[in-house]
């Protein structure tokens, strides 16, 4: 084949009698099938064959040079870099979505206006952005499935002013106004709290120092720092002094942020480190009403002889939850190791862990919001009825402890702002009583801050303490209606049975969930009062009352109580009335024997 001007290259693996792309009509090449060769193709179309053997490929290689991979390499970078400034400007200007770059020019921009002296002024200007890391060490992170991730806080990054002390409200205010506004507290807050100032108050929020650790105060209606002396009264300047001393000993060096606050702390954009729904992907953050369960990781101490935690004294959330956790009784269905061996409804051992706080306060509202069939009865919502008056004219009651109906106009009736809440309570017939606010705080309090681990305790002595606390058998007490009496009123009794005077029953306390027991004595008789307690649903079958640990003499203390209340001129039931084998043929009751099967609907 002759020298060509312009020749090219084909790789060509043939079947048979096909034609070579490129070649002449009716032009074909055969070789063995399977087997490449290579065809020449020259300027002019003309073709020829080369073995792959003969043909040395060096001559055909391309060949860039380096000006052009420059070039390319170069077009590369610049495009990465297009994207990454386009990225982070989209962040900064889409409001929620502000990240660590965005607040610390806003810092320093508030902090440069707040300085007389034009070198300070220039320098804080002139700080370059940075990412602000804090790895804490001895208080590891606890995962859903109970494994430890070491802490990593950024959160500084963002709060940058949480130790500087001109970092107020009312400088950020001044500030971002440019003099413009100079408010008190009350001023300040009203201020905040319009929508066209929002901006202003998410900023004062993220830049300003942290309540009492520079000397800032803090109001319980204001949700960022005051300067020191802003508020003159005892309350506020008791509180501060708490602050101070608290903030002390607990520097973010060692404890970061999330150890008390929760959240991401290893975001940088603010909605993520501060989400409360999934986009947390380590921990929503822990508002601040519930911060008592945060600050039981450390400071509790627990008794394994009462199966009850002892708190610091300004811890009363939590404190007031682990009450109301007994008052109504809910240790008697709920176990919680080391405080309470219920085994009706789900364990809550290590709820704070793997529920969120929104997720309890809905179960609380409304008991049914996931399990339609659920048992646990509407503590703190009341059932809604609609009657028809005599013009056909609609109108809705609510039921109060007595069972009677009354006007809702009469009920203080909650505002939740969880609109999941409020549709699930509408669609079940239920309201949220205003009352009981406190109430469900406290409640979610005390369950948040059962993730079962303590900082305040090695896991050894954790299960040390349990077992204790399992291994102890029920109080043996004196057979007394007293005793009976006193053991009714710590045990959540009260919570769904009412009981009333005998001569006024409207004269007494308790819920209305259970039967009203003010005349226990004149309906049913010392034994089957008795059996009942050992076992509710053998006597009642769709009874939701659980079975209690109690010892023989608690048993038959609650009984002699419940006996002695009889309605006036009424004598005691007999054995022989309500225990006759026509009634209940297995006679006396036998543990677990007929256990409620509505019982294994109360799950999560």
């Given at each position: ?5 312009w ?98 020019d ?21 700080t ?109 300047a ?25 959240g ?20 929503p ?74 997720t309890i ?52 009736v ?10 699930s ?7 949220p ?51 009976g ?59 939701i ?60």
């Amino acid at each position: 084949m002759k020298t060509l001007g312009w020749p090219t290259a084909v790789l060509y693996l043939p079947s048979r009698n096909r034609r070579c792309p490129g070649a002449p009509a009716g032009a074909a090449f055969r070789g063995t099938a399977g087997r490449a060769f290579f065809v020449i193709v020259s300027e002019q179309g003309e073709h020829d064959i080369l073995p792959p053997r003969t043909l040395d490929m060096s001559s055909f290689e391309p060949r860039i040079s380096i000006i052009t991979k420059f070039v390319l390499w170069s077009v590369v970078l610049l495009g990465l870099t297009i994207y990454v400034v386009a990225r982070s400007t989209w962040n900064n200007q889409d409001q929620p979505t502000h990240d660590y770059i965005y607040w610390q020019d806003h810092y320093k921009t508030v902090a440069a206006s707040l300085t007389s002296d034009p070198e300070v002024r220039k320098a804080t200007l002139a700080t370059p952005e940075t990412v602000n890391q804090v790895t804490v060490l001895q208080f590891p992170f606890m995962q859903a499935d109970g494994a430890n991730q070491q802490r990593v806080d950024r959160c500084q990054s963002c709060h940058v002013g949480l130790e500087n002390p001109s970092m107020t409200a009312e400088n950020i205010v001044r500030a971002l106004t440019k003099g413009k506004e100079n408010l008190s507290p009350d001023q300040l807050a009203a201020f905040l709290r319009k929508p066209e100032n929002r901006e202003i108050y998410t900023a004062v929020k993220v830049l300003s120092a942290h309540p009492g650790k520079t000397g800032g105060l803090v109001k319980s209606t204001l949700p960022y720092a005051l300067a020191a002396g802003s508020s003159p009264d005892i309350a506020s300047a008791a509180s501060l002094a708490a602050l101070t001393r608290t903030m002390a000993s607990h520097s973010f060096a060692t404890y970061g942020c999330t150890t008390c606050h929760y959240g991401s702390g290893r975001e940088l954009q603010e909605r993520k480190a501060h989400a409360t729904t999934n986009e947390a992907w380590l921990q929503p953050l822990m508002p601040a009403k519930y911060m008592d369960a945060a600050c039981a990781q450390c400071h509790t101490s627990n008794n394994p002889k009462t199966g009850t935690s002892a708190y610091l004294e300004q811890m009363r959330t939590i404190a007031r939850g682990q009450s109301l956790f007994k008052s109504n009784a809910c240790w008697g269905c709920h176990k919680v190791d080391g405080f309470s061996k219920g085994n009706v409804g789900p364990e809550l051992t290590n709820e704070g862990r793997i529920v969120r706080s929104e997720t309890i306060e809905h179960q609380l509202w409304d008991p049914r919001y996931k399990v339609n069939n659920c048992v646990m009865p509407y503590f703190f919502s009341r059932k809604i009825i609609t009657d028809f008056d005599a013009q056909g004219k609609p109108h809705d009651y609510y039921l109060n402890d007595y069972g009677d109906k009354r006007p809702l106009s009469e009920l203080a009736v909650a505002q939740i702002a969880n609109p999941d809440i409020r549709e699930s309570l509408t669609a079940h017939g239920y309201v949220p009583d205003a009352r009981a606010v406190n109430d469900v705080d406290a409640l979610t309090t005390y369950l948040l801050a059962q993730t079962g681990s303590s900082y305040s305790e090695s896991q050894g002595q954790r299960i040390a303490r349990i077992a204790a606390y399992n291994a102890q058998m029920p109080l043996e007490v004196p057979k007394t209606i007293d005793e009976g009496r006193l053991i009714f009123e710590q045990s959540g009794c009260y919570s769904c049975h009412y009981v009333g005077d005998a001569k006024n029953p409207r004269n007494g306390k308790g819920g209305g969930v259970g039967p009203n027991l003010s005349w226990e004595g004149s309906r049913h008789s010392y034994q089957w009062i008795e059996e009942h307690y050992r076992n509710p649903q053998e006597f009642v079958p769709k009874s939701i009352m659980p079975i209690f640990p109690f010892s023989d003499s608690q048993r038959a203390a609650l009984t002699l109580f419940d006996a002695s209340r009889l309605a006036p001129g009424s004598r005691p039931v007999s054995a022989d009335q309500d225990m006759a084998p026509e009634r209940y043929p297995a006679g006396k009751a036998v543990t677990n024997k007929t256990p409620n099967p509505q019982l294994r609907y109360m799950t999560r």
